[in-house]
C-alpha cells in the first residue's frame, strides 16, 4: 500500500477521534453494514480528494467496506489531521497520502498519485482531481464512470467545464442534494466556521461588528449563529433577491466599501475572488480580524495585503497573522486566508457530515450501478435524498405525518376542492 502521511505515531489518537465521529453517523453506519454484505463497489478503484478528517475517515471506511479499492489524498493543503491520516493507514489500510501544511508542490504530487492509482471513480472537494485529470491526465478521462463532488466551489467549476464542452467525464453535484446543502453548509459552515475563528482569536463575538460576505447557505449559517451569540452582524452581497432575504433576515445590508470601515471581524463566504481587496484595506479599522470560509484562499487579496504591508507580524497567535499598515493600523489575516473552520478548528461537526457522506457514499453505488453515465452534471435522485433524510431523522428520534389517502388524492387531483 502506498502511503505518504507525517508519521504513524499518532494513530491511536487518530482511531480514537475516528470512533468518536463515528457515534454521530448513525446514517453513514447502516450504508456501512449493508455495504458489508452487498460489496456494491467490488473491483472499483477509487480516488478521494477530501479534506482528511475523522467524518471523512468514517466515509472512506464505508466506501472500503463496499469492496472499493480506495486513495485518499488531501484537498486542501491545510485542512490535513496528520494523526486521522495515521490511522487509516495503519488501523484500516487505507492509502492515505496527506500531510498538514503540505506544500503546493507535494499538494499536487498527492492528487498526480491519486489519478496514477488509475480510478473508476473519484470523489472531490473543490474539483482539484478531476482538473487535473482534465489538464495533464485527459486520456484517463474515459475510464472514469463518474466523479462525486462536494462543494458549491467545485460545482461552479464544473458546470462552467460543461458549459465550455470540456468536461470529459460524469460528474454528480452532490453540494446541490437538498440532504447536502441545506444542512452542511448552512449548519456545518455556520458553526465550525464560528468555531475557526474562536480558536484563532478567542475573541467574543457578542458586541462586534461582525461583516459576512455573502448570503448564500454558508453565508446563511454563519451570519445566524454570530447574530445568536449577540453580534451585530452585517451582510454584503451581490445578489438582489440574497441582499432582500438578509435584510429581511433583519441583518444590515451594505457594500463592502461601506461594511469595511465598520467591522471588527471579516468572513468571506462567497466562492468568488477579490471579495475583500485594496480599497477595503485601506479603510479598515485598526485590528480589525479578516477570515475565509470559502474553499480556495482567494477571496481575500492576500497577496495585495501583504504589498501594502510596511511590516509582517506572522504567528502573533497561532493561526493569526499580522499587517501593519504605513498609516501604523494592524490588520489580522487568520489562517493565511485559508478555509477558516478547517484551517483553525476540525470542520463540520460529524452529525452534519452524516448526510454530506451518506449521500456521496450512495452516489458512488449509484454511478456503479449506472454504468457510464452521459457526460456533463448529473444531480442526486430524489429517492437517495429522501432515504438519507428519513434515517437521518428516525435516528434523531423525530417521527413525521403521512399523507393519508385523502390527502394524497386531493394533491394530484385539480376537481376536488376548488
Ligand atoms: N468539510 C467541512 N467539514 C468537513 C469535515 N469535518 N470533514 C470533511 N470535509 C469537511
Redesign the pocket.
Known sequence: MKYDVKSLEPAAEGKRRIEWAEQDMPVLGLIRERFEKEKPLKGKRMSAC??V????ANLVRTLKAGGAEIMLVASNPL?TQDDVAASLVRDYEIAVQAIRAEDKDTYYRHIREAIEFRPHLTMD?GADLVSTIHFEYADQASEILGSME?TTTGVIRLRAMAMDGALKIPVIAVNDAKTKNLF?NRY??GQ?TVDGIIRATDILLAGKHVVAAGYGWCGRGFASRCKGMGADVIITEVDPVKAIEAAMDGFRVMPMAEAARVGDLFCTLTGDINVIRREHFEVMKDGALIANSGHFNVEIDIETLKAMAKEHKPGVRRNVDGYVMPDGRTLYLLAEGRLI??AAA?????SV?DMSFSTQALMAEWVVQQGRLDIGVHSVPEAIEEWVASLKLQSMGIAIDELTEEQKAYLSSWEIGT
Open positions: 477530501l479534506h478528517t475523522a467524518e471523512t485542512s472537494d462536494e452542511d456545518g459552515t465550525s473552520n478547517l476540525e470542520g463540520h461537526p460529524a457530515m
